[in-house]
């Protein structure tokens, strides 16, 4: 059998002394870590968690079409230091 592929986006924030990361694609799929690395670590297991549970109990895993894109701004009179 062949495992399946699932791409997934991931969100990283800084959060107080640590940061905080979750799958928007994944309701309810949140991690946190000291590290960007060990909320990588973390996101990942979660995930693996989720898709797992989802599957034991038959729901279904969406493919969300998404399109992210990242726009920069002029903002006249805001001086970034």
Do not use: W
């Not at 493919?63 to 970034?80: A, D, H």
């Amino acid at each position: 059998m062949k495992d399946a592929i699932y791409t997934y986006r991931s969100i990283i924030e800084k959060d107080g002394g640590g940061y905080h990361g979750y799958v928007p694609s994944l309701p309810g799929c949140h991690t946190q870590g000291a590290t960007i690395e060990e909320t990588k670590k973390n996101l990942k297991k979660v995930v693996i968690a989720m898709l797992e549970a989802m599957v034991k109990l038959k729901e279904p895993i969406e493919r969300k079409e998404e399109y992210e894109t990242i726009e920069t701004i002029s903002f006249p009179g805001l001086v970034c230091a």
